[in-house]
């Protein structure tokens, strides 16, 4: 049985979305001009907001400092271009509330050029002095969580990192842009992930990627040098085969035990965005200042991968593919199965923004719920082997403490559960509000 | 001019979903139904279709009435009101008068059903509550059986099916024992083919095995049936039979004649597979099948009744709060030592 689920590549359950990938897959990425205004929000990775360090009529140039780390669960951040701060002051984010951001006018005549050896030598630096650089040049995972990546390089003492995983499973629908980078920039993603895997001192690197992006395998493989001890995984296609720990499980067989870290099981896993920014800073000096971003879904005019200077508004981005096409109902920040509705046009680009999906009425259509009747679907969807089917009845009728029994805090939010659900009950909807209202409760005595 | 940004939705990820829905599943039992059903007609001629339909208008009737105004039409409209009386139909034998079916219909979903919550709430399988209210109410005329092929071809109505309410109905000249009732009290054999076209006595739908087996594959390859329900029941069952075929060949039913003759195929195909009665979990489900064999042998063999199917499934379905209780599988992470 272990040599059979091993020779599939996958973990267990999970679901198989369309994957919708055919508007961009094939579409080369492309550099998205830049705009005049850039609002870049201090809290666009998870943990603390960053601390602003400019204040408004400070000229900055691109890649300047602005923000530094306001903890140690928190990064720093940078210009995206060269200009004047404009306003250090509440702006309205993604999710619809007002927070700290600073304001940047770009400078129309700028070259908009980073130096390029801003960075220290990442080789003579202690692990230590490299988390800290890892730190300061402000990366965060890239594949849509932003969850600040040196807290995931700080190993505790006594953890050896033998693995270092290299995620290019790019599971939700629509999304290109790791395998657009895999495409483009091998060089680069082998280059970041030889510098993370000698930090860590890990064994071996494995990319894992899906198998529905063979030119990706193909090209990462031409490019591989006898003396990088580099593998290439081909996994099933199968949602969500990014998640960390089911990427685990899909390469090397493991459970990552709950409520413990991949390092638990000497496994590093980063995201390919993630490792090329790694490159681009360390070897050309860029810290984390740009993305690249897919532009897709039925609602675009001219669907698009492209590198935007973070803090570019939606607007500038959906402007440059040709703009909304008439029937547009709702934009998706992310992936269609874990991204968030954004309610204007005027929210920036974030560090872990990998897509604007642009959505019509058949995705959107109001889809009429029907009783559950515990045909069993999303316990077989759940790659947690949770109960969503209970965990929705329970979240219904209020009984959230019992939900700890059925183990609601094991839940990701991945959403198989509700893409499978056949009476369309919001499940996810569901365990999220139990799971807020458990956790506000906790937070006074804390 | 300034172009207006479009009003743009909130609707929360997942946006996608796969395509099947609540009432498409249950017009998927209701195809899974229809050879079987034609079976009946073929062999019951019109008093079959007289009596789907009274099934089916009691059901329907019931659940129209007693939805709440804003909801009456798509209680209606997700079809479980017809699958429900379709499937009481089957159970039915061919001579029941039609207002007792159409009463048993009513009280399938009114009892069996509506009291409960409605739809996905409900503890026991509604058209299984119709039949045993039947069964608890009208003894004789449910168990009064007549042979296939009426007499007077297609549209020859068996008269006990036109008796009128409340008067003792005829029976009619023809009758004939059902395969397990022969076998429990006169220890007579039905051939084997028979039992697997149907050519016997018996209720309406648990007349032809491999029709209704064609029906279960459908919605197997559709998704819409935990195949381990019916694969255990019938699993146990030919387990329990050849282990007693053991002990005396002649006194116990052979293991395929246990599974062709009676309700088994359409119980454990279509009536312990109803989602809502049934355990969700996986291990819930080989527990929930194997007790339903193992009391459907008990009551066939070592009970009082030629059949035991019913039973055994209602038993079971009392049983699943507790089964899916203690069967939820164990979750991704738990149990497994740190270290790999």
Known sequence: MKAFRLLRRSFEHGVHPAHHKDQTENLPIQRVPFGRHFIMPLGQHIGVPSRAVVAAGDAVERGQLIAEPGGFVSTALHSPVKGVVSKVGDFRGVDGRYAPAIAIEADPFATQEVDPDAAPDWRSLSLEAFIEAVQMAGIVGMGGAAFPSHVKLSVPDGIRIRHLLINGAECEPYLTTDHRLMVERPEALLEGAEILRQKLGAEETVIGIEANKPDAIETISRHLSPDQPVRIVKLKVKYPQGAEKMMIKSVFGTEVPAGRLPRDVEVNVNNVGTVVAIADYFLRGMPLIERVVTVAGPGVTYPANLIVPLGTSVRDVVGFCGGLKPGTREIIMGGPMMGRPIASLDVPVLKGCSGVLVFTEEQTARRKEYPCIRCGRCLEACPYFLNPSRLARLSKARMFDEMKDYNVFDCVECGCCTFACPSNIPIVQLIRTAKDDLNNRKEPDA | ?340
């Open chain 2, 1 to 340: 001019m300034k172009k207006r940004d479009p009003d743009l939705l909130l609707f929360h990820a997942p946006l996608l979903r796969q395509g099947m829905t609540t009432p498409k599943a249950m017009r998927d039992v209701i195809i899974a139904l229809l050879p079987a059903t034609g079976a009946s007609l073929w062999y019951f001629g019109l008093s079959a279709a007289l009596l789907l339909g009274a099934c089916i208008a009691g059901a329907v009737l019931a659940e129209w009435l007693f939805a709440d105004r804003a909801s009456r039409g798509e209680s209606l409209r997700d079809a479980t009101g017809i699958l429900t009386g379709l499937l009481l139909g089957l159970t039915l034998p061919p001579g029941l008068p039609l207002w007792m079916a159409f009463l048993g219909g009513f009280a399938g979903i009114a009892l069996g059903k509506v009291i409960w919550g409605g739809l996905g709430h409900n503890l026991f399988n509604p058209a299984l509550v119709g039949r045993a209210f039947l069964l608890a109410t009208f003894p004789i005329a449910m168990t009064t059986w007549v042979s296939v092929y009426p007499e007077g071809g297609f549209f020859d109505v068996y008269s006990s099916n036109l008796a009128l309410p409340f008067m003792q109905p005829q029976v009619d000249g023809v009758s004939a024992a059902t395969p397990l009732g022969l076998f429990k009290f006169q220890q007579e054999a039905t051939p084997l083919g028979d039992l697997m076209v149907g050519r016997i006595g018996g209720s309406l739908g648990e007349t032809s095995g491999l029709l209704l087996i064609l029906g279960g594959i459908y919605l197997w390859l559709r998704r819409d049936l935990d195949w381990r329900i019916p694969v255990s029941i019938l699993g146990t069952v030919v387990l329990f039979s050849a282990v007693l075929g053991l002990f005396d060949a002649e006194r116990f039913p052979a293991p395929l004649f246990s599974v062709f003759s009676g309700g088994l195929l359409l119980g454990a195909i279509y009536m312990a597979t109803d989602p809502v009665t049934s355990p969700v979990t996986p291990r819930g489900a080989w527990i929930f099948g194997i007790g339903t064999g193992v009391l459907v042998m008990l009551i066939r063999v070592f009970g009082g009744l030629p059949e035991g199917v019913m039973y055994a499934i209602l038993l079971m379905n009392a049983a699943t709060p507790l089964i899916d209780r203690y069967t939820q599988p164990r979750v991704f992470g738990h149990g497994v030592e740190k270290k790999p």
